[in-house]
């Protein structure tokens, strides 16, 4: 069985090209994503993929029609950079109204506006949820700022959306996760990669042990930017340039780490058991507060240990999971695996680079009797070839809307949040302290 | 300028010889897949590599053809 792949292959088929047109929707456009989504729908309901991937269950809903009760009504929290990109995808999501924007720094909310001239704006988030007829907020705010959104919108009976990471303290995940529990709202979180591609292939492949049991997890995130945003004058800096301050954000670790977290929680099934790590400045010395650098060890059950480290002043190496077993190495990002013994060469071929080596090479004498442990220089086989365009941020944004209309909970989307949300969190207060912290033992999802 | 005539049945022997080398390099690839285990699929698999090497072979002959051609034009030359 080969459940996210063959959903995506079969379901695709050339029509999620439009995602790479980053234009206002048009009638075409939708048409083509009803038709997509319908498809989806259809291999969406496979038992095998609910089995392994049960946050899937609403992409198994029919594309909504064009009667009003099919319509879902959200609100925007947060219309920067990454609220411009759910904009954008709300916009391409069949059956879905934009009814509300909020953002407290007026030129983003003026932007955000003229892309969707009937949305109504608000500078107050609480305004906006106390507008009548709204189903769903998604928010995209500061990190700081995650929390009482939340707490708030769960309050008024709104369905949310919130970007990872979770929320700016373990105590602030927890309370998040209790007014779930008690809403039976609908949450989604902002972990693009349990809908994109390239990992649903590469679980597939763990899962059926092509890489034996994962023994280790290397995760890395570098980049070569100051990470700033264009401020237009110093008293906006921190509005604009929170990630890099303390009092709304954990930086690298929730704005990058928290995706790789998520990935290695999902793969090994199980939460860090503790975690050591160190951080600095040592190269953005700008005033900012938060490490430009950061380099962790999580410890998991069965001895199995996740390395984690991003910077911010060199990109050679760029981002990248690597999942480690006896049997081979799965990298996540561009989607490949990589076995221990590849399949051998044509007997032919092998034959031949026999002979070669028979004629040509020179046979060392007294020279060194061992072969430098260099990576290995093979291009590993390609997970699937899925190329929907998509990184798994279109497909969160339907199954969002799908959930509302169900009006049933996405499952196992608040355990994948909290999770990784208090495992970056775990690993800031290592580094920032110079301890092991282990993980929270009254922590409940 | 000189028309160089070549006979139909010129172009019929190097034909012959062409596939012959081919076949050599079919039998090659199949004492390859019995000596490295590997699958017979490969007969078909690797065609496009049996005929290259088939017409390596045929270029590496015409070489060695092409020598023993010329040594007895060169032989006869002495000799007449």
């Known amino acids: ?445 | 300028m000189k028309n160089i005539i070549i006979p139909g049945r010129r172009i019929a022997r190097e034909l012959l010889i062409l596939i012959g080398c081919v076949v050599i390099a079919l039998v090659v690839n199949i004492y390859a897949i019995l000596k490295y285990k590997t699958e017979w699929k490969e007969l078909v698999t690797t065609l496009h590599i049996t005929i290259v090497l088939g017409v390596i072979i045929y270029i590496a002959l015409g070489i060695v053809r092409l020598i023993l051609a010329g040594a007895a034009r060169l032989f006869r030359r002495k000799v007449g």
């Not at chain 1, 319509?71 to 947060?78: E, F, K, Q, T």
């Not at chain 1, 990454?82 to 509300?100: C, F, K, M, Y």
């Not at chain 1, 969190?425 to 922590?443: C, H, I, K, N, Y």
């Open chain 1, 1 to 445: 069985m080969n459940p996210a792949a063959t959903i995506l292959r079969r379901a695709s088929n050339g029509d999620m090209k439009h995602d790479s047109t980053p234009s206002p929707p048009v009638l075409n456009e939708l048409t083509h994503r009803r038709e997509f989504l319908k498809r989806l729908a259809v291999i969406a309901g496979s038992t095998a993929l609910l089995a392994e991937m049960p946050w899937w269950s609403p992409l198994r809903a029919a594309p909504p029609g064009d009667s009003p009760a099919d319509r879902v009504r959200v609100g925007l929290v947060g219309v920067g950079s990454r609220g411009n990109l759910h904009l954008t995808n709300l916009l391409r999501t069949p059956g879905v109204e934009i009814a509300a924007l909020c953002d407290d720094y007026d030129p983003h909310l003026q932007a955000g506006l003229a892309k969707v001239p009937g949305a109504k704006g608000f500078s107050e988030y609480r305004k906006m949820l106390d507008m009548p007829g709204l189903d769903g907020v998604v928010i995209a705010t500061p990190l700081n700022l995650h929390a009482q959104m939340c707490l708030d919108a769960f309050s008024a009976g709104k369905h949310v959306f919130c970007e990872k990471s979770l929320a700016y303290t373990i105590e602030e995940c927890q309370a998040i996760a209790n007014a779930y529990r008690g809403s039976k709202k609908v949450f989604q979180i902002g972990h693009q990669r349990l809908f994109h591609p390239p990992y649903l292939r590469a679980l597939e492949f763990a899962r059926r042990g092509e890489i034996g049991d994962i023994k280790q997890i290397r995760a890395y995130w570098h980049r070569n930017g100051n990470w700033r945003n264009p401020c237009p004058s110093p008293e906006l800096e921190h509005r604009l340039n929170w990630r890099l301050y303390r009092a709304y954000s954990c930086g690298l670790m929730t704005e990058l780490a928290s995706h790789h977290i998520q990935v290695a929680n999902w793969f090994l099934e199980a939460h860090p058991l503790s975690v050591v790590g160190y951080g600095s400045i040592n190269f953005w010395k700008d005033g900012r507060e938060l490490y430009d650098n950061v380099n962790l060890v999580y410890r998991y059950p069965n001895g199995v240990h996740v390395i984690f480290d991003s910077l911010i002043s060199n990109r050679f190496y760029g981002a990248e999971v690597q999942i480690m077993g006896p049997k081979g190495t799965i990298e996540g990002e561009t989607g490949r695996l990589f076995a221990e013994k590849p399949p051998p060469a044509p007997g032919i071929v092998q034959l031949i680079n026999s002979l070669e080596h028979g004629l040509f090479e020179t046979i060392p004498i007294g020279g060194p009797s061992w072969v430098p442990d260099l990576k290995k220089d093979t291009k590993g086989i390609v997970l699937g070839n899925e190329h929907t365009g998509d990184d798994g941020s279109y497909l969160e944004i339907v199954a969002f809307a799908n959930a509302i209309r169900r009006n049933e909970p996405i499952p196992n989307m608040m355990e994948q949040a909290c999770l990784s949300g208090v495992a970056v969190l775990m690993g800031q207060t290592a580094m920032e302290q110079g301890r092991e912290v282990t993980w929270p033992s009254d922590f409940k999802v």
